[in-house]
């Protein structure tokens, strides 16, 4: 159960990242966003069958907003609304999946308000932002609100992140693996992300201009 709850939980852990010059102006930002995680999924409001000890780590030493919800039930537009700032009918993305991407599977079928399938053109993200404020920007995991090849509009690259890495060939499989050395793929999003913030701590440091 556990593991299912692993691979089904897919960790974007999207890294609005290291700042290239650390200071209580330019704060380092991490943003690890959990998809389809209820409440009572962590360790710190009292699951005790899942074990969240470092989700619980984070929470013991910052805050905790007990009323705070996110703007979509659904992971697609929660991410568009969390990269934007904006409600989903100013973005237009309302829903994940629909039947076009398993054709004969009537329970993949989604009745929904027509919407977009990947951020307006002209949308600015949050990672734009940071980035044109000195920033060096990179996303770890799934983005699912977009299309396109690196650098593309629709890509990450495309928006504001200067680095873009994603499980290949995985679907939305139980137990799924991101590769043959069968590692689940929670662990190795982690790893990666882990490996970029070590090699920007590390590296030669530039300063982009500030805006």
């Given at each position: 159960?556990?593991n ?16 290239v010059?650390?200071s ?21 409001v009292?699951?005790?069958y ?17 009323q ?13 609304c969390?990269l ?9 993305v ?11 599977q ?8 027509k ?24 996303l ?9 090849r690196?650098?593309?509009?629709g ?10 890495k ?6 939305f ?24 913030i ?14």
């Amino acid at each position: 159960m556990l593991n299912y709850f692993r691979s089904q939980v897919l960790w974007l852990i999207t890294l609005l990242a290291l700042t290239v010059n650390a200071s209580a102006r330019q704060p380092n930002v991490v943003v690890i966003l959990i998809d389809d995680m209820g409440y009572r999924d962590t360790g710190f409001v009292g699951n005790k069958y899942i074990e969240t000890p470092n989700i619980d780590k984070i929470a013991k030493s910052g805050a905790v907003f007990n009323q705070c919800y996110a703007s979509a039930p659904n992971c697609a537009p929660t991410r568009a609304c969390l990269l934007t700032g904006q409600y989903t009918p100013r973005h237009g993305v309302y829903t994940v999946v629909d039947d076009r991407y398993a054709p004969g599977q009537p329970h993949m079928k989604v009745m929904s308000t027509k919407g977009n399938d990947e951020l307006p053109p002209d949308t600015k993200t949050v990672a734009d932002a940071l980035k044109s404020n000195g920033y060096a920007t990179a996303l770890i995991g799934m983005w699912n609100i977009g299309r396109g090849r690196d650098g593309t509009p629709g890509s990450p690259t495309g928006r504001g992140f200067d680095v873009y890495k994603r499980p290949d060939d995985v679907n939305f499989e139980k137990d799924a693996y991101m590769n043959s050395q069968g590692r689940y793929l929670s662990d190795a999003l982690c790893d990666q992300a882990l490996s970029w913030i070590l090699r920007r701590t590390f590296s030669p440091r530039t300063v982009r201009p500030q805006t």
